[in-house]
Nanobody, 122 residues
Framework: QVQLVESGGGLAQAGGSLRLSCVASTRTFGSSAMGWFRQAPGKEREFVARINWSGTSTAYADSVKGRFTISRANAKNMVYLQMNSLKSEETAVYHC???????????????WGQGAQVIVSS
C-alpha cells in the first residue's frame, strides 16, 4: 500500500509561484515513477508532469512547459512541483501520483494522494 500526502498548496496571484511537495510512505519509492495531476472544478483530472524513478527523465503537459518543474529526493521519499508564472485557469486540486510505470502513470494501478488546493487569483 502506498500513501501519498501533498502539501504546499494555497493562494497565489497570477504570475506568482508556489511549490508543492508530496511525501510517499512506501519502501518502493526509489523505484516508482511519480507524477502530478490536477483537477479544476467541473473538469476531468489532467496530467501535469511526471518523473521517472531516478529523476533522469521528466515529461510535462504542453500548457506548463517552461513554467513548472518536477523533481524528487529519493532519500526523503519526496517529490516536488515548482510552479512559476501561475495563471488563474490553473486553479485546481493538485494530486500526487505514484506508479511503477513512468509511461503509464495516471492509468490503472496508480496510487493517488488526496490533493492540495491551489487557487490563483487574477
Amino acid at each position: 500500500q502506498v500513501q501519498l500526502v501533498e502539501s504546499g498548496g494555497g493562494l497565489a496571484q497570477a504570475g506568482g509561484s508556489l511549490r508543492l511537495s508530496c511525501v510517499a510512505s512506501t519502501r518502493t519509492f526509489g523505484s516508482s515513477a511519480m507524477g502530478w495531476f490536477r483537477q479544476a472544478p467541473g473538469k476531468e483530472r489532467e496530467f501535469v508532469a511526471r518523473i521517472n524513478w531516478s529523476g533522469t527523465s521528466t515529461a510535462y503537459a504542453d500548457s506548463v512547459k517552461g513554467r513548472f518543474t518536477i523533481s524528487r529526493a529519493n532519500a526523503k521519499n519526496m517529490v516536488y512541483l515548482q510552479m512559476n508564472s501561475l495563471k488563474s485557469e490553473e486553479t485546481a486540486v493538485y494530486h500526487c501520483a505514484a506508479r511503477a510505470s513512468f509511461a503509464r502513470i495516471g492509468g490503472g494501478s496508480t496510487f493517488w494522494g488526496q490533493g492540495a488546493q491551489v487557487i490563483v487569483s487574477s
